[in-house]
């Protein structure tokens, strides 16, 4: 059979497209982006018309996943984890109405914040919306759960979350694809009542939830997912988590482990499979990715006295991403080092591209506020918070999506005047309007700067929502049109950057400074296809 | 058979191009695979790395545990420095010679050179000239490529296949060059590792 060599985010996509989804939703964000640009560029989904522009952020994305639910066709939603803080909302409420079309929503963590601000745990999120969740441990079962994943959330009448961690998003190997399955017509729930919840009506259906529980285990127990391996050893028993199944098989290539393995999958845990271990081991290592939920649940969950390890009792790291060496320590096998780093090798932190134009943005409003003391200047997410990092040390601040209006906000009304926002063009538009809204309305003393480089560049250049749209919308929620300027970050305009600021840090009211140039990525990207259209114009 | 692989460079560097010849290389010789990325934000001008696992049999971890990596390739010296941690005693350190100074502190480029001599086994490659020489600046991951592929226990015409089906797209002109790349990057690998 043929083999497809996929990255785990290619194999979620390619897995809904066979799966039969009508539509896909989400916001870029790294480790989960390349699941919605898989399907965006995918043949056969462009054929069948599957829906996967872009969404302006996760939880508009989750609603309209949820609409797409309602009405009666599959859709998934993908987000990285703290996108679901942005969705929680919409995200647990789901739990409640349930669904009509199979909905999963798809959630890559990061562990050791490769490119995230935290390594928050989404399994603790499905457990907290009463869900069942799958953790594949590789891309063949990340494809297979997905495709099967939509059967699964009709069946159980709730959204499916489907978790993988960055290791296995980013990861490539062979995945034999199964048959396509077809997409589901427009029809309504039959309970007109479903999604309408009115405390009276959301009583009850949380009733349900709850009462559905017992068949989430269940089905988690029957999983193919979850295996039971009885090993002859009885001192010892090992839960292995999604991927964390690897880095044990990892530590036995021979397929020579003697003791018990929990190979668990899907969630909610099968407590029949922790009875059957209570019997056959004396103490249980769990190897989980991310935060102890599984070490915390079956400490509670074990009926009798039973020594429980991982990451909680320190056999593991607290913190960070597992790998194959972490086990083998908390397994107490030797492991082999290579060479020393030599002294002399230093950091290569990632930087600003030569010639962005946030570069020239910081260096005009360093300028500006090199009068004043430090600490003024509010960031958020995207590339330009590496102005943190020297040459420029420009930012103090980068908390979440839209932090940095809002927070520019609070230290102007406590009194810190100049304080100035500096927030990218399509992390405006994902949550910084509402908090500009705030501020018109509040009429705080504040400089927003919107540097706008038309697209969203930190997760490899995605069309931004807010192309086209920024000056109109600052207006619109009220920002006096003399305050709102539109500059051009480059050298040769230096001392105009400078003077705009200084005047409209002299202004008591928010004002807005657009700086406005292309991401030079993705100017090279277009060159490149207009330079091969131009070559071969007929393709 | 079982190759483990650390491909390592500065983000920008096109490591993953090498990365998807050998892959395709190795799917076509019916081998397991399995190559975890960095994406995101290190793409910006950090440090990239990439482990890249090929074998007869199926592949546990996508990650390469520390001491057992058979090959740390590298588009750049002290990149190639960084991850000796996960080089076995037996690996082999192909490198380009060639630094890539994006940074204000980056060491003195004689000593980083002179701690890859100190390797048991290492290539030390200039590819960027050897490209250059060839007639292409750009083709010097393909040098780095014919540098690495003595190591790869898969046999050098099947990885020129795979450059002829990746770049195939391109025309034969530049398939011909990057032939000529890898061909370099192997005759001085045979003739000095």
């Known amino acids: ?539 | 058979m079982k190759t483990d692989i650390i491909l390592a460079g500065v983000g920008g560097q096109g490591i993953l191009s090498i990365a998807s010849i050998i892959g395709d290389a190795a799917i076509n010789e019916n081998l397991f695979l399995k190559q975890a990325e960095t994406h995101g934000m290190s793409q910006r001008g950090g440090a990239v790395q990439s482990h890249l696992r090929i074998s007869d049999c199926e592949i546990a971890a996508d990650l390469i545990p520390m001491g057992k990596a058979d090959l740390i390739l590298s588009v750049e010296p002290m990149e190639a420095l960084r991850y000796l941690p996960f080089l076995s005693p037996e690996g082999y350190v192909v490198t380009n010679t060639t630094p890539f100074i994006n940074i204000p502190n980056y060491p003195d480029v004689e000593a980083v050179l002179a701690e890859i001599e100190k390797q048991p086994r290492f290539v030390a490659i200039d590819a960027d000239k050897i490209a250059a020489e060839i007639g292409n600046k750009r083709a010097s991951n393909v040098v780095m490529l014919g540098a690495a592929t003595p190591f790869l226990n898969i046999e050098p015409e099947k990885i020129e296949a795979g450059i002829a089906h990746i770049f195939s797209r391109k025309g034969e002109a530049v398939v011909e060059m990057n032939r000529k790349a890898f061909k370099a990057g192997l005759d001085f690998a045979m003739a000095n590792k």
């Open chain 1, 1 to 539: 059979m043929q083999k497809n060599l996929f990255l785990g985010v290619e194999a979620i996509g390619q897995g809904a497209i066979d799966g039969g989804i009508s539509g896909v939703y989400a916001y870029p964000g790294t480790p989960s982006t390349e699941i919605t640009e898989f399907i965006q560029e995918n043949e056969l989904a462009l054929q069948k018309g599957i829906r996967s522009k872009w969404s302006a952020n996760e939880k508009t994305a989750y609603e309209a996943a949820l609409g797409m639910s309602y009405a009666g066709k599959r859709s998934m939603v993908c987000m990285k984890h703290v996108g679901l803080n942005v969705a929680a909302d919409a995200f647990i409420n789901s739990a409640i109405t349930g669904i009509n079309g199979g909905l999963i929503v798809t959630v890559a963590d990061d562990p050791s914040m490769h490119s995230s601000q935290n390594e928050q745990d989404s399994r603790f999120y499905g457990k907290f919306a009463m869900i069942p969740i799958l953790e594949p441990s590789n891309q063949q079962e990340a494809y297979d759960m997905v495709r099967e994943g939509f059967e699964l959330s009709e069946k159980l009448e709730v959204p499916v979350m489907v978790r993988i961690t960055t290791r296995l998003a980013h990861s490539r190997a062979g995945v034999i694809r199964s048959e396509v399955l077809p997409e589901k017509e427009v029809v309504l729930p039959a309970d007109p009542s479903q999604f309408v919840l009115l405390p009276a009506i959301a009583r009850r259906r949380y009733k349900g939830l709850l009462e559905k529980q017992e068949l989430f285990e269940k089905t988690a127990k029957k999983s193919k997912y979850n295996e039971y391996i009885k090993g002859e050893d009885k001192s010892f028993g090992i839960i292995a988590c999604g991927i964390a199944y690897n880095y044990l098989k990892e530590n036995y290539p021979k397929d020579d482990c003697p003791y018990t393995v929990l190979k668990l999958s899907q969630y909610p845990v099968p407590q029949k499979y922790l009875d059957k271990m209570a019997k056959h081991c004396e103490e249980v290592l769990v190897l989980e990715e991310g935060y102890p939920v599984v070490e915390e649940h079956i400490k509670a969950a074990f009926k009798k006295d039973i020594q429980v390890s991982g990451r909680l009792s320190g056999a593991l790291p607290r913190d960070g991403e597992l790998n194959a060496d972490l086990v083998a320590k908390a397994l107490g096998k030797e492991t082999q080092l290579g060479a020393d780093v030599p002294d002399l090798v230093v950091n290569r932190p990632p930087a600003l591209c030569q010639g962005c134009g946030h570069q020239d943005m910081y260096k005009a409003l360093n300028q500006a506020l090199d009068k004043y003391t430090k600490g003024r200047v509010f960031s958020d997410i995207g590339c330009y918070t590496l102005g943190a990092l020297p040459p420029y040390k420009s930012i103090y601040s980068c908390v979440d999506m839209g932090a940095s209006v809002t927070m520019a906000k609070g230290a102007a009304d406590a009194g810190l005047i100049p304080s100035v926002a500096v927030i990218g063009d399509s992390t405006f538009t994902h949550s910084g309007i509402t908090g500009l809204l705030d501020a018109v309305n509040d009429e705080a003393n504040i400089v927003v700067v919107i540097s706008d480089n038309e697209s969203v560049s930190m997760t490899g250049g995605q069309e931004s929502s807010a192309l086209g749209k920024i000056e109109s919308i600052c207006t619109g929620v009220g920002v006096d049109p003399n305050h709102i300027h539109v500059l051009t970050p480059l050298k040769k305009y230096h001392d105009m950057m400078v003077q705009t600021f200084e005047e409209e840090i002299a202004y008591d009211g928010v004002s807005v400074i657009v700086f406005r140039r292309e991401c030079i990525q993705a100017a090279a990207k277009r060159l490149r296809k207009e330079k091969k259209m131009k070559d071969n114009p007929n393709k």
